[in-house]
Nanobody, 121 residues
Framework: QVQLVESGGGLVQAGGSLRLSCVAS????????MGWYRQAPGKERELVAF???????NYVDSVKGRFTISRDNAKSTVYLQMNSLKPEDTAVYYCNMGKVITANYRAMDYWGKGTLVTVSS
């Protein structure tokens, strides 16, 4: 059974930075893709970024150039470095384990409990 635990959220002023971490249990981390999602109040959950097992990355347009996803397979950890944060980045951020199929991310049913990011203006 895979368990995902996020950390690193908090309150930050606009323009600031945060780094989220997600540690995965189990031995299948390195062969699977990982994704970061977020859900703002009253909005649907959206995929923010994902990274394949081989390290290929992809981002939603709204965070390109500001967020960087990376992974450390030795530590079974995926990171989301968030710079130049904006109030509209405020959300609960979730990590997910999934698959990349024809360049698209497909979430599997492995989710963390989320970490809250609040960006003040």
């Amino acid at each position: 059974q895979v368990q995902l635990v996020e950390s690193g959220g908090g309150l930050v002023q606009a323009g600031g930075s945060l780094r989220l971490s997600c540690v995965a249990s189990g031995s299948i981390f390195s062969i699977n893709a990982m994704g970061w999602y977020r859900q703002a109040p009253g909005k649907e959950r959206e995929l923010v970024a994902f990274i394949s097992g081989g390290g290929t990355t992809n981002y939603v347009d709204s965070v390109k150039g500001r967020f960087t996803i990376s992974r450390d397979n030795a530590k079974s950890t995926v990171y989301l470095q968030m710079n130049s944060l904006k109030p509209e980045d405020t959300a609960v951020y979730y990590c997910n384990m999934g698959k990349v199929i024809t360049a698209n991310y497909r979430a599997m049913d492995y989710w963390g409990k989320g970490t809250l990011v609040t960006v003040s203006s």
